[in-house]
């Protein structure tokens, strides 16, 4: 595939115009792959494309942790009390799978244009060894938008020129994705990220809780198994828990289980019951009254027009 025509990046540091061409390039490189809407694949597993020509209600969804880079349009995501702007010249530091609430700002001339790189932590861990940590000037969050810096933006357009070159791709691409993780752990909530494969820190510690009750939605809970599993007394774990999450251990559970309901339902892959059982509920009806108190439509409404 041929590159689209090269823009020259400043070498300055930032500024509204160096912010400007940065976010200029990389919808020029994003729009020739973003073939529909949506989360779309690459060559790179680790990437995804996100394009939506068009507004989207704020409504309730999990991201895995990764990184997500705002080419243009806007996105608003609500945390419990927390209101998280990341549109065009923004990135989302998203180090933990917290479920919280999503609207996205677009229409057909001015799409959504966008990246989504998942962080693996193996990776992650192998940057943090290598990499002195930085002046961290606010506390780590697990959910926050960073303003898109020159050395940041220039990392991400040169992943995106690994996307329309095969041969760039397989030689560079997962060293492409290490620079922009780099860069993230030098940026201000680099700190988010540096301590999620500390064993001993409590917000590695909750991140790994985080983790086990992502894969193990579906089991009964035990807030007293899984702070043990991770060397916490049960009331210092449900503190850090609370303060990091905004969510108590079971709430977070129940948000896991109806989003994960919400993708069987939408897949038509189990009827409402089957759904139900299959995400943790032993009675259908509760399932179906906490469903549409989240999402504001029954299962059954959900399933139906899902219909092809």
Known sequence: MTLPPETVLPDAPGSDADSSTLEAHMRRLIQPLATQDGFLP???????LMALHGSHPRTPLVYEPGLIIIAQGEKIGYLEER???YGAGHYLVQAMPLPFECETRADAEHPLLGINIRIELATLSELVRVTPAGLQHSPPEPMAAVILGR?????????????????????LGQQRVREVLFEALRGPQGESLRQLPQQQSQYGRI???????????????????LAEDVSMSPSSFYHHFRRLTRLSPLQYQKRIRLLRARGMLSARTHSVSATASAVGYQSASQFSREYKRYFGCSPADERRRRQP
Not at 42 to 48: G, I, K, R, S
């Open 42 to 48: 690459t060559a790179l597993p680790e990437v995804q």
């Open 83 to 85: 209101t998280i702007h």
């Open 151 to 171: 050395r940041m933006g220039h990392s991400v357009v040169h992943l995106l020129e690994c996307l329309h070159d095969e041969v760039m791709c397989r030689a």
């Open 207 to 225: 991140g790994r809780a985080l983790a086990q009750l992502q894969s193990d939605y579906a089991a009964p809970l035990s807030v007293e198994a």
